[in-house]
C-alpha cells in the first residue's frame, strides 16, 4: 500500500481489523520493521488521541519519530499555481513538501476543514499537495473530509463487541454549539458499508452528509425510530453540508440519554461535550465504549503502518 489516505484504501477489512487485534495482543512482535525509519507527524490542528497513538504505533513498530506543530509553528503555506506571494503566505507546499519528504520516510498529516469554502475544503490542498510533491507514503490523519484512522479504530471496536454478525448500527447526529467538519461521519459511513451491518443514519432534516457518501445508506429523521433494537449507537455532530459550515440548530433533544440509548453501547471518537452531545450517565456507564476507541487507535495506526512499511522494505 502506498497511502492511506481513505477507508477506500483498504484492500480487505475483516482481514485489516483481524491482523490489528493481532497487533494488539502482541504490539511489540513486528518491532524490527521500523528499524532506520522515520516517520513524521505535520499537525496543522489540535490533537491528543491521534498524536500520541500514532506515536506510539511508530514506536511499537520500532520507528523514529518526529511531531510537528505546523499549524502554530511552521511558515504559512502557499497551495496556488503561480501565485504572486505577495501577502500572508510565506513558503509554497512545493519546497515545503519536498523538504519534510527528505528527513522521513513516512509523513502522517493532520489538516481539518476550515468550513469557509466547501470546494477548497473538498481538495484537501494540504494532502493533495504533500502526494503532489513528495514521493514518500502519505497517511491522513484527518482531513478535511475523511478520518480514515479514526473509522479503522471504530470498526476494531465493533468487531471486539459485536454479539451477533450483522448487528444494528445507528450514527446519530447530536447538538454542538460549533460548527463541526464532516470527517470522522464521512469515514464512519464509509467503513459501515464496507461491513455486513444494519446501518442507519439519523439526524434533523437540512443535516444531511454529503450524498455521494450516504447515497447507499438508510436515512432515518426520526431519532426514537433509529434507535429501536439498536445494538451500537454512534453519536456526533456535524455542521450542515448544504448550508455549508454553518450551525442550523442546538436541538436538546438530539442529546444522546441513558434512557433513549437503551441497551446498545455508545460510541464516540472524542473529544467529546458533556451534557451538550451526549449525557454524564451515558459516558460514566458500562455501555459507553469510547475509551476502548481511543485505545484501538493505536492498533489502527499500527497496521496501517505495518502495511506501508512492507511495501517499502
Ligand atoms: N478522535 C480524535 O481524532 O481525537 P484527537 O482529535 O484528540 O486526535
Redesign the pocket.
Known amino acids: 500500500m502506498k497511502h492511506y489516505r481513505s477507508i477506500n484504501d483498504i484492500d480487505n477489512l475483516s482481514e485489516w481489523v483481524k491482523e490489528a487485534r493481532a497487533l494488539k495482543a502482541a504490539p511489540k512482535k513486528f518491532d524490527a520493521l521500523g528499524e532506520g525509519k522515520t516517520i513524521c507527524l505535520l499537525f496543522f490542528n489540535?490533537?491528543?488521541?491521534?498524536?500520541l497513538s500514532t506515536q506510539k504505533a511508530a514506536m511499537n513498530l520500532g520507528m523514529d519519530v518526529m511531531v510537528m506543530n505546523f499549524g502554530n509553528e511552521g511558515w504559512t503555506l502557499e497551495y496556488g499555481d503561480g501565485t504572486v506571494m505577495n501577502q500572508g503566505t510565506s513558503e509554497h507546499i512545493k519546497e515545503a513538501a519536498q523538504v519534510v519528504s527528505q528527513f522521513c520516510d513516512v509523513v502522517a498529516i493532520r489538516a481539518f476543514a476550515k468550513l469557509e469554502d466547501k470546494t477548497r475544503d473538498e481538495a484537501e490542498e494540504v494532502l493533495t499537495g504533500f502526494t503532489k510533491y513528495t514521493s514518500i507514503p502519505i497517511i491522513n490523519m484527518?482531513s478535511s473530509v475523511a478520518?480514515p484512522l479514526?473509522a479503522l479504530a471504530d470498526a476494531i471496536t465493533l468487531a471486539e463487541n459485536k454479539t451477533t454478525s450483522k448487528p444494528k448500527v445507528v450514527l446519530s447526529w447530536a447538538p454542538h454549539p460549533k460548527a463541526l467538519p464532516h470527517a470522522v461521519a464521512n469515514s464512519f459511513v464509509t467503513m459501515m458499508q464496507l461491513q455486513e451491518a444494519d446501518f442507519v443514519i439519523t439526524h434533523p432534516k437540512g443535516y444531511e452528509l454529503n450524498p455521494e457518501i450516504t447515497k447507499e445508506c438508510t436515512i432515518e429523521y426520526d431519532q426514537e425510530k433509529a434507535l429501536e433494537n439498536a445494538d451500537f449507537v454512534y453519536v456526533k455532530n456535524w455542521t450542515s453540508y448544504s448550508d455549508y459550515g454553518k450551525v442550523l440548530q442546538q436541538d436538546s433533544n438530539w442529546m444522546m440519554t441513558a434512557k433513549k440509548l437503551g441497551k446498545a453501547k455508545f460510541m464516540h471518537?472524542?473529544?467529546v461535550r458533556r451534557n451538550v452531545v451526549v449525557e454524564d450517565a451515558v459516558l460514566d456507564g458500562g455501555q459507553s465504549l469510547v475509551i476502548e476507541q481511543a485505545n484501538n487507535r493505536t492498533y489502527s495506526a499500527q497496521i496501517v503502518l505495518k502495511k506501508i512499511l512492507e511495501s517499502i522494505k
Do not use: D, G, I, V
Request: hydrophobic letters at 15%.
Open positions: 489540535n490533537s491528543l488521541r491521534t498524536r484527518e478520518h479514526q471518537c472524542l473529544p
